[in-house]
């Protein structure tokens, strides 16, 4: 009886497989290629890993059928007790199936790194456009623009990013105490790029703007390319007015780009305004901070550069007890003339 | 001593890249733990002074190295590359052999002095060494992508060691 089934069940197991398609073949590989699949959208991933979770159990059946078949023999052999450690055998791989299946659809779901594939599709010249085209704020404003949803570029220019600003804080001999120069630079770039990215989206989605989340993440990623520049030149090349005229200029052109991408996106005047107030604020104001957070020295050497008497920096609020007692003296003297 | 004898080779291979699969076909993680861990030591000297801490740690080395290799592993792979996760990180570990050689070099010039000179001597040194050091890798793998994306992958690449690079050029000890 049981070597009958066998060939019946595997005919049947065929024709499933020849149902689900040429492009799923049950070869055995883990991670689904993505480039075989029509659809790339959000919702067929669970169906994906529902369908590449059952021909992987149609393959383990298979093998598992001939091992299957001399178990049992070996039970009725045995009679009463080889029936009851067959039961209790068949419940404990039934349990062991079921949370193996539970735990390799979760893990074929997730830790895919296909998921990221539509992503990083992406041609060197594209990039390069992408790159200069960061930097040319947009006319029109009363169409929807289309934002690339790629995250190779914004991925590369936040590690540049942090690059560079790892030389800059060896050049000012920034002291961290707490923590590391490296871990200090990642995390500043990386909860920079994630962290405002996530705060904009939610505003967008307070503001009913029309941006997804990888939306938002490539627009600010290739905002930072003026942030790369700006700090480039100015960790190396020392002037206050110059890092003032890359702040407003390079700074304000990129900043003016997603400012009008995302005012193409929003209706209503009120949530243009407080989506675009808030993001060009952060924008603006972070370059600010990872000029001024990591200029000690530098500010120190330009200062015993201009006069030799003047001592290094200092941030210690002084006081200058002469000019505040005029002061004070002068304005007591004038509310009693007035009075 | 099969194990240390290939370790060999593929030290032998890095210094002088042809193309040959050897590197590829073959990956122990071996020669990168070791190359890693002398990096981090050489590199450790620079913070005698707990109050200014101006050189790396161990750690941080360490954990630069591996992430980062982590990282071009998993970009060069969502670009489309036909290398697996383990060759790749084996390459791009044993191409951190020059500027091992570089790091060596340089703590044996600052033993002479800290001055100019050495410096410039340590810049000729630790560049020439991060040119060897990207062209090798490029030369094992860029073969693995498609021709359009070679620069895609490059770039990382590039990045990556020359964080390090930078790393052992700013190396002062106190």
Redesign the interface.
Known sequence: MSNSSAPSSSRIMSTRNACTGHALRGGGSAVIDMENMDDTSGSSFEDMGEMHQRMKEEEEDEAEGETGTAEEEDGEFLGMKGLRGQLGRQVADQMWRVGKRQASRAFSLYAN?DI??PY?????VQ?RARLLESMIPVKMINFPQKIAGEL?GP??LV??LV?IL??GM?TS?T???EG????TAIGTCFGYWLGVSSFIYFLAYLCNAQITMVQMLSLLGYGLFGHCITLFVTYNIHFHSLFYIFWLGVGGLSTLRMVAVLVSRTVGHTQRLILCGTLAALHMLFLLYLHFAYHKVVEGILDTLEGPNMPPFQRVARDIPVVSNAVLNTTAKAVALTL | MRDLKAVGKKFVHVMYPKKSSALLRDWDLWGPLVLCVSLALMLQGGAADSKDDGGPQFAEVFVIIWFGAVVITLNSKLLGGTISFFQSLCVLGYCVLPLTVAMLVCRLVLLAGNGTVSFIIRLIVVVAMFAWSTLASTAFLADSQPPNRKALVVYPIFLFYFVISWMILTFTPQ
Request: avoid cysteine; glycine fraction near 4%; charge should be neutral.
């Open positions: 790194i990221l594939r990083f599709d992406v041609e060197p990039v190779y991925l590369m590690f540049t690059a790892l030389h060896k001999d002291i961290i105490r590391t120069l490296m871990g």
